[in-house]
């Protein structure tokens, strides 16, 4: 069974510093990744995609992909309270179907 | 409207009532998704569909679950005499095309609960 791991949090950092999450994946074959974003009571919403190995950078989000230690990650750079959410780690490969981990929370505090 | 659309937002039913909910997918997106989503969890997968084709529902979680996209546009997840476990947010999700790496559009999602 297709596995995505992800630390429920939630992870507290300050406004203004750089938020790190984290996500592992067990299928070997995976090729596409994503993360999304999901505010309280809202659907989610996608921030990244990365297909490749290393990092893609948009805005304030990196996102990071090492296919060989079976993690990605997103980076928040000068984090904002209204960044405070649920971040979700999407998986696929192979099939059109991706699994998602449980999400990690993020709090931002002023 | 642009995005994915679902109705109602909230549902609430008694144990042993059909319940049906709808999807309004991006107009000429060709997959649609059905997610069941509980409390601190992610999305769990249970149905898609290609067009009008239920390509894969190894994820409804039994037979009284059953979707339908006759049209190839909106979509019906209908759920019959409902158990307290059904309670859950329902996500619908849409992408333009078929196969891998597709992004999904989700919808808001209806909030079902089960007395």
């Known amino acids: 069974q297709k596995e995505v791991e992800q630390n429920s949090g939630p992870l507290s950092v300050p406004e203004g510093a750089i938020a790190s999450l984290n996500c592992t994946y067990s299928?070997?074959?995976?090729?596409?990744f994503f993360w999304y974003r999901q505010y309280s009571g809202k659907s989610p919403e996608l921030i990244m995609s990365i297909y490749s190995n290393g990092d893609k950078e948009d805005g304030r989000f990196t996102a990071q992909l090492n296919k060989a230690s079976q993690y990605v990650s997103l980076l928040i750079r000068d984090s904002q309270p209204s960044d405070s959410a649920t971040y979700l780690c999407a998986v696929s490969g192979g099939s059109y179907i991706p699994t998602f981990g449980r999400g990690t929370s993020l709090i931002v505090h002023p | 409207g642009a995005g994915v659309s679902q109705s109602p937002r909230y549902k609430v039913a008694k144990r042993g009532q059909d319940v049906a909910l709808r999807c309004d997918p991006i107009?000429?997106?060709?997959?649609l998704f059905w997610y069941q989503q509980a409390l601190g969890q992610g999305p769990e997968f249970l149905t898609y569909?290609?067009?009008?084709?239920?390509?894969?529902k190894s994820g409804l979680p039994s037979d009284r679950f059953f979707a339908e996209r006759p049209e190839g546009s909106v979509s019906t997840l209908k759920i019959q005499r409902t158990q307290q476990e059904d309670s859950a947010v329902y996500l619908c999700?849409?992408?333009?095309?078929?196969?891998?790496?597709?992004?999904?559009?989700f919808g808001d999602g209806t909030r079902l609960s089960i007395l």
């Open positions: 107009s000429g997106h060709v997959s």
């Open positions: 999700a849409s992408s333009l095309a078929g196969g891998e790496g597709q992004p999904q559009h």
């Open positions: 299928d070997r074959g995976s090729q596409s």
């Open positions: 569909f290609q067009n009008e084709a239920q390509l894969d």
